[in-house]
Structures are given as C-alpha cells and as structure tokens.
T-cell receptor, first 111, second 113 residues
C-alpha cells in the first residue's frame, strides 16, 4: 500500500542549510508536496513538484526528486529561526487526488 | 490572499453527542476535502467531495460521518455519535481543478470527553 516516511527530527544552526528527506512507495505518484505546520496552525503549502521533474527551486527552497529511489528532499538555504516548524511531505497517486502524508519532520533552528 | 477558514477553532463535546465542523473553502474552488490528525500521528485522509457528492472516502469515514455543502459557501463534516477516539485535529482543504494543490484551513481541534 501507499506509505510515506520521514525522519522525525532535525536540528540545525541558524544560517546553515537544512535538508529534510522523504521516501514514498507509490511509483505512480504524480505530484509530491511539501507543507509546513507551525505550532497551533494549519498546513501551509510550501512547494510541489510534478513527478517528471528532477528539481524545482523557489527562493530559499530547493526540491529534489529521485524517482528511481522514490526519494524526495527539501533543502532550505540560510535557515532562520522562523523556519522552525513541522514539515510534511505528501503524495498523490495516479487516479486519486487524496493526499498521503508523511510522518512529519520537526525542524528546530538554533540561534 | 484567499484562504480556507474553519470554525470553531476548538470544540469540546461529550461522548455520544453529535458535532458539526464547518469550513468555508476558497470561493472559486471546486474540490473539497476533510483530513484528520490524531495527536502525534500522521495527517489522514477522510473524504473528498466534488459536484455535490462524495468522490472518495477512507476506511475511517464510516456511517458515523457525513459531509454536506448546504449552500454555495459552507462545507461541513458531521459526526453523529462521537467517540473518544474521534478526538483529533480536523483539517478542511480545497482546490480548483486539474492538478492544482490543496489549500488547508487552520483546523478544528475536537476534544471528546
């Protein structure tokens, strides 16, 4: 069945780059997404990538997709304390628009 | 920027009572969703809704759950007889068409006593 896995925690120093990883199992996934959840808040769309792309860059965010290994990563350049949050990756499989979410990675940025 | 709004932000209900969670999707969106997140667990899909009918639902979405779009703006999730295990954060989402991403509300925290 469909499953999306992420490491639970990541701690980085302010100004460093953060890399959050995600693996998924459904090879028919068409789109993959990254959402950010701050404490007590909803899910904020950060970026998304179509499965026929390898990379997408949007300001400080870079998404890399390795479709062969079913591996997705989100790199945040120059990480700031305001980036501290939980980051979820999600996929949609072919033929459905429901999202399958990962476990979420809690990013802590140290000043 | 338009956003999905959910009310109430926190709902406390006695077990066995009915509860209705409300959502106002973004106005030109056509597809609507409910997800839930039990504390410490993954965000799980419940149901999708399009053209006034359910298009897909998960195993969680049993006969105790129902959704409705009673007018042109609201999208509601009703739980008929709540159980302790229904305690969770419930998220509403909407999207336009094609492969556009879903936009989420801030959620309703449902606490069943």
């Amino acid at each position: 069945g469909e499953d999306v896995e992420q490491s639970l925690f990541l701690s980085v120093r302010e100004g460093d780059s953060s890399v959050i990883n995600c693996t998924y199992t459904d090879s028919s996934s068409t789109y993959l997404y990254w959402y950010k959840q701050e404490p007590g808040a909803g899910l904020q769309l950060l970026t998304y990538i179509f499965s026929n792309m390898d990379m997408k860059q949007d300001q400080r965010l870079t998404v890399l997709l390795n479709k062969k290994d079913k591996h997705l990563s989100l790199r945040i350049a120059d990480t700031q304390t305001g980036d501290s949050a939980i980051y979820f990756c999600a996929e949609t499989a072919s033929g459905t628009y429901k999202y399958i979410f990962g476990t979420g990675t809690r990013l802590k940025v140290l000043a | 920027e338009p956003e999905v709004t959910q009310t109430p932000s926190h709902q406390v209900t006695q077990m066995g009572q009915e509860v209705i969670l409300r959502c106002v999707p973004i106005s030109n969106h056509l597809y609507f969703y409910w997800y839930r997140q039990i504390l410490g667990q993954k965000v799980e899909f419940l149901v999708s809704f399009y053209n006034n009918e359910i298009s897909e639902k998960s195993e969680i979405f049993d006969d105790q759950f129902s959704v409705e779009r009673p007018d042109g703006s609201n999208f509601t999730l009703k739980i008929r007889s709540t159980k302790l295990e229904d305690s969770a954060m419930y998220f509403c989402a909407s999207r336009t068409s094609g492969n556009q991403p879903q936009h989420f509300g801030d959620g309703t925290r449902l606490s069943i006593l």
